[in-house]
T-cell receptor, first 115, second 112 residues
Framework: DTGVSQNPRHKITKRGQNVTFRCDPISEHNRLYWYRQTLGQGPEFLTYFQNEAQLEKSRLLSDRFSAERPKGSFSTLEIQRTEQGDSAMYLC?????????????FGPGTRLTVL | SQKIEQNSEALNIQEGKTATLTCNYTNYSPAYLQWYRQDPGRGPVFLLLIRENEKEKRKERLKVTFDTTLKQSLFHITASQPADSATYLCALPDNAGNMLTFGGGTRLMVKP
């Protein structure tokens, strides 16, 4: 396993459309995180899963955002009725709870542009 | 929630000098603090972790300090190289250790 992968790497969509991103974590990692990052800012936490259970969601996360990790492996992040303010880099990260220190391994991100 | 401050202005230094980046936080002192490196268009990469009971941690040319009284961590790169040019992010866990809050990052530019 070479690391966390994300698809697509880039997505351009029109306002009002729905988009879905996929993240494949490192296989032995039971935790999976989604972040959003805009230019000049650090990653902003959106949500995380431990195995298939979604344990935390940011209070800032709009109802238009939903994430799943159906079998505790890959995860999808869907944004419904996209808005121009959703334009950002969406990062996925994974980690092992046994590591204790929560070192997170990030994917390359999906860059979303909403026109 | 934790508020983290990193110098938003880019740090420009000459090759061979030591770069020092600062991370300040405002609320509770976390069990540990992490530093990540991020290159343009890529995800962050973990560099170092320092625990609350550790004053200093080293890894090759990197050194991190953690002062829970000042609520501050310093990140040093000695003998800096142009390849060290990147954005450096500090991150702190929540009380349960489940989530990380990231600072805004400091961009480092090392000139040859």
């Amino acid at each position: 396993d070479t690391g966390v992968s994300q698809n697509p790497r880039h997505k351009i969509t029109k306002r009002g459309q729905n988009v879905t991103f996929r993240c494949d974590p490192i296989s032995e990692h039971n935790r999976l995180y989604w972040y959003r990052q805009t230019l000049g800012q650090g990653p902003e936490f959106l949500t995380y899963f431990q195995n298939e259970a979604q344990l935390e969601k940011s209070r800032l996360l709009s109802d238009r955002f939903s994430a799943e990790r159906p079998k505790g492996s890959f995860s999808t992040l869907e944004i419904q009725r996209t808005e121009q303010g959703d334009s950002a880099m969406y990062l996925c990260a994974s980690s092992r709870t046994s590591m204790g220190d929560n070192e997170q391994f990030f994917g390359p991100g999906t860059r979303l542009t909403v026109l | 929630s934790q508020k983290i401050e990193q110098n938003s202005e880019a740090l420009n230094i000459q090759e061979g000098k030591t770069a020092t980046l600062t991370c300040n936080y405002t609320n509770y002192s976390p069990a540990y603090l992490q530093w990540y490196r991020q290159d343009p268009g890529r995800g962050p990469v973990f560099l170092l972790l320092i625990r609350e009971n550790e004053k200093e941690k080293r890894k090759e040319r990197l050194k991190v300090t953690f002062d829970t009284t000042l609520k501050q961590s310093l990140f040093h790169i000695t003998a800096s190289q142009p390849a060290d040019s990147a954005t450096y992010l500090c991150a702190l866990p929540d009380n349960a250790g489940n989530m990380l809050t990231f600072g805004g990052g400091t961009r480092l530019m090392v000139k040859p």
